[in-house]
Nanobody, 123 residues
Framework: QLQLVESGGGSVQAGGSLRLSCAASGMPLILYTMGWFRQAPGKEREFVAAIGWSGLRLDFADSVKGRFTISRDNAKNTVTLQMNSLKPEDTAVYYC????????????????WGQGTQVTVSS
């Protein structure tokens, strides 16, 4: 059974950067499309970015295009979300998620979720 653990959250001022990591265990990561989602207080969980099993397919929410990048290392079973030029509206709990043998940009397409890591961006 796949397990996901996020790390790297924290507090940063607007314009700053953070790097989130997701460590997977229990199953080979190559079987999964990996995604990042976020949920701000009082809002629904929303898609942020996804990367296909080979790393060639990338999807980003319009709100983060040009600022966030996503990468994966299947040998190390890790996925990274590099967040640059952060804005206060990026404040949320960020979740790593895995979709087995399919692509996806919506919550229901993902089978496995991490516990989340808090990102706070102050103005």
């Amino acid at each position: 059974q796949l397990q996901l653990v996020e790390s790297g959250g924290g507090s940063v001022q607007a314009g700053g950067s953070l790097r989130l990591s997701c460590a997977a265990s229990g199953m080979p990561l190559i079987l999964y499309t990996m995604g990042w989602f976020r949920q701000a207080p009082g809002k629904e969980r929303e898609f942020v970015a996804a990367i296909g099993w080979s790393g060639l397919r990338l999807d980003f929410a319009d709100s983060v295009k040009g600022r966030f990048t996503i990468s994966r290392d299947n040998a190390k079973n890790t996925v990274t979300l590099q967040m640059n030029s952060l804005k206060p509206e990026d404040t949320a709990v960020y979740y790593c998620a895995a979709a087995r043998l399919r692509d996806g940009t919506t919550n229901h397409e993902y089978d496995c979720w991490g516990q989340g890591t808090q990102v706070t961006v102050s103005s």
